[in-house]
């Protein structure tokens, strides 16, 4: 397994799109930063969405659980 580098692979903690929660998101996916955190999202038309009001789908978002990444 070492010689492949599987124990350098690390998951993200995020898995889906806050916007659009049906889509699974991966490290190469559309970011965005959020309270010094980076928040991964699907598409280009998901990135202009939260930019239009990153506030309000944040808050949807971690009340659904979405973002793990800002649990304390």
Not at 12 to 21: A, K, M, T
């Amino acid at each position: 397994m070492k010689k492949l580098g599987v124990d350098k692979i690390k998951l993200l903690d995020q898995r889906v799109c806050p916007i659009y929660p049906e889509r699974y998101i991966n490290p190469n996916s559309k970011t965005v930063e959020y309270k010094g955190k980076v928040i991964y999202l699907w598409s280009s038309s998901a990135q202009r969405r939260w930019k239009r009001d990153p506030d309000a789908y944040f808050k949807e978002a971690f009340d659904k659980g979405l973002l793990p990444q800002f649990k304390s």
